[in-house]
Every structure is written in structure tokens, then in C-alpha cells.
């Protein structure tokens, strides 16, 4: 698996700036973990770094998968990534898990290209479907990341919503999918796209900014015709 792995306290400034010098030394994959989170990596890792702190976090890449430069970083607590068998990130990419209880799920042959999934809220969760194809530059959040508050109040208005992506469907390059999300099985996501606590049903394309469904009963290949 060509595996590098780094144990470190919290506490521990000087392991962590070593381990951090280690990997741009040897550009090999690289944990950087405490004893209060779980990691299994039963897939590949190249040139990947893996960030993890806080308490009961865990990661789980199963076997099949594989990542290609891609950059994790997990903080809080009870957060989740899973990556399922043979799921792929081909040519880069970044992971981003904060605050506490957040899922990110990417299911069975998925595949990305540099994409960024990002998840910094509370009990949101991110699910991606088996057989999805993601282009370069996408990015899909489940919150906004920072507050906004009601005026007199300070009351929070934007909170984390789930995002969830159905099988088989293809996310074109530069598209953003947001918060409250739902895009279901066998859809095209057109370039540049902003979907944003949108529905789109089964077998649509959507695009544009706005999102909107131009056409129905589609569906695509990755083969060319």
C-alpha cells in the first residue's frame, strides 16, 4: 500500500511540524492521526496527505478505491468519511470535514477530477452515488461555511442542509452543487452550473445559474457513440 503512517498527541507541536516535513521529503501518502480516531485504508493512496484531529472521527477507504493527490483534513468531532470500492479521485482533489457529526459518503465506482467536497456544519451529510462521473472543478458543500445572523436576534439563518447525488449521474466541469441538494439517479449536470437546494428528478439535464431542467428522459455514457 506504500503507506507511511504518523502518531502523534494533540498536543504534540513538534510530531506534527515533523510529519509534515517527512511527507514534502519523501511525497509519499501520509496519516496523521491520534488514538481518538480511526482510520482503515484498504485501498491506494498516491501522494495524498491525511489530516485527522479531534475525537471520534473515522475514515474508511475500502478496497479498490483509489486517490490520487488528494488532500483530507478532518477536525471536530463523530465525523465520517467513507469511500467505497473501487470509487476514485483520478487527478487531485481535497476533502473537508469540520465541526462535529457530518457525514461525507462517496459510493462504488464513483470517479472525480479534482473536485472539492467540503462539509463544515453539523449533522449534514453528503452522499454520492455508485457509477457517478465528476469533472474537474466541481464542488459540492452542505453548508455555506460561515454564519449568517438575523439583525436584533443574532439568530442563525443559513444552517447545513444534506446534499444528495443519485447513481450514475454526471457532474460536468466547473458545476457547484450546494446545500439541500437533491439530484436524483441518471441526471446531467451541465458546466458551470449552480444547483442550490434544488430537486431534480430522475434522468433530467439540468443548467445554468439559476439550475433549471432543460430537458427529460435522458440519460448518458461515458462511451462515445
Known amino acids: 500500500m506504500n503507506l507511511l503512517r504518523i502518531w502523534y498527541s494533540k498536543k504534540s507541536r513538534l510530531s506534527a511540524v515533523f510529519a509534515d516535513i517527512l511527507f514534502k521529503l519523501i511525497q509519499k501518502p501520509l496519516l496523521c492521526m491520534d488514538r481518538q480516531n480511526s482510520i482503515q485504508i484498504k485501498g491506494k493512496l498516491r501522494n495524498c496527505k491525511v489530516m485527522i484531529s479531534g475525537n471520534g472521527n473515522s475514515i474508511l477507504i475500502e478496497e479498490g478505491a483509489l486517490l490520487n493527490k488528494v488532500f483530507i ?20 482533489g481535497r476533502i473537508r470535514i469540520e465541526d462535529f457529526g457530518n457525514i461525507i459518503e462517496l459510493d462504488e465506482n464513483a470517479t472525480m477530477i479534482n473536485c472539492f467536497l467540503s462539509s463544515a456544519d ?25 454564519s449568517i445572523l438575523r439583525c436584533g436576534t443574532n439568530e442563525r439563518i443559513n444552517a447545513g442542509k444534506d446534499v444528495i447525488i443519485g447513481e450514475h449521474v454526471w457532474i460536468c466541469n466547473g458545476a457547484r452543487v450546494m446545500k439541500g441538494t437533491v439530484i436524483g439517479d441518471n441526471c446531467v449536470i451541465g458546466s458551470n452550473t449552480l444547483v442550490s437546494g434544488q430537486q431534480v428528478d430522475d434522468n433530467c439535464l439540468a443548467v445554468g ?15 462515445r457513440c
Open 73 to 92: 483534513e478532518i477536525s471536530g468531532s463523530n465525523n465520517k468519511l467513507i469511500i467505497r470500492r473501487n470509487a476514485r479521485f483520478a487527478e487531485g
Open 122 to 146: 453539523k449533522n449534514t451529510r453528503m452522499y454520492i452515488g455508485r457509477n457517478c462521473l465528476f469533472s474537474a472543478d466541481v464542488i459540492i458543500r452542505t453548508s455555506d461555511a460561515h
Open 209 to 223: 445559474n439559476p439550475c433549471n431542467v432543460v430537458k427529460k428522459n435522458i440519460n448518458w455514457s461515458n462511451i
